[in-house]
């Protein structure tokens, strides 16, 4: 499957079937495993012909179903893999795939929403303790821009101070010598980062970005975390 933030949501490609089962309905683009290949190099083939996808910035193997039942035409297994896009890649897809929001999918085929559940669960997950959000974002980023992708993933709003003094204390971004173009409200440009590394690297193996905590009516929201401390289990917080 897919993932790509849009328009500052988690979206993710589905194709809409026009044969039996499920005839109708929407699914993750896959097929079956030529006799000669690799899983991972059938999950790309499946992409690039049957959705137009060759912007791939990062591809893992997710999980295998192996219900008796998940398809009424038989024992089927399947191996699920996912799929990262940057941001800003505009990718062509036929007229039978869409994006779709992650979190207001139309009804599925198979146990195919079950699966988009894991993998929103495992890129949550990994953008605590890994660098993954390079697969995210684009080449070069604002903190404001790195945040909103962060948020749009881990689904729960994120302090763009504390996103970016955790990243920069791991070493996972940097600043660029360039910066933003100035907006129209003027003020200075912000700086570009980019990630330091663009292929996969844990972190911090015990880090768990945590939503804010809720607050009561009639109390005023707390001070971010002490920029000095341990951030083993850092907690992101919203912005007052």
Do not use: C
């Not at 910035?57 to 192996?66: G, I, K, M, V, Y």
């Not at 980062?193 to 707390?222: D, E, K």
């Amino acid at each position: 499957m897919v993932l790509q933030v849009r328009r500052k949501r988690l979206h993710v490609l589905l194709w809409q079937r026009a044969a039996p089962p499920y005839e109708g309905m929407w699914s993750l683009p896959g097929g079956p495993l030529g006799a000669d290949e690799r899983l991972g190099t059938s999950a790309g083939r499946h992409l690039a012909t049957k959705v137009d996808l060759t912007e791939i910035a990062h591809l893992e193997q997710l999980e295998t179903r192996s219900d008796p039942v998940r398809d009424p035409r038989g024992r089927v297994l399947a191996t699920a893999y996912l799929a990262l896009v940057s941001a800003d890649a505009e990718p062509r897809i036929p007229g039978d795939t869409a994006w779709h929001d992650i979190q207001d999918l139309p009804p599925t085929a198979f146990d195919h929403g079950s699966i988009v559940g894991s993998a929103r669960e495992r890129l949550r997950a990994k953008l605590s303790y890994t660098n993954i959000g390079f697969a995210l974002a684009p080449e070069t980023f604002t903190i404001a821009q790195l945040r909103n992708i962060y948020a749009a993933s881990l689904g729960h709003p994120v302090s763009a101070t504390n996103l970016q003094r955790i990243l920069i204390r791991r070493g996972v971004i940097e600043a660029t010598a360039s910066a933003a173009r100035p907006t129209a409200l003027g003020g200075r440009p912000a700086t570009l980062y980019r990630f330091a590394a663009q292929t996969l690297v844990v972190t911090n193996p015990f880090a768990a970005f945590r939503p804010p905590s809720p607050v009561a009516p009639g109390t005023v929201p707390g001070p971010d975390p002490d920029p000095s401390a341990d951030d083993d289990q850092p907690v992101i917080v919203a912005e007052p």
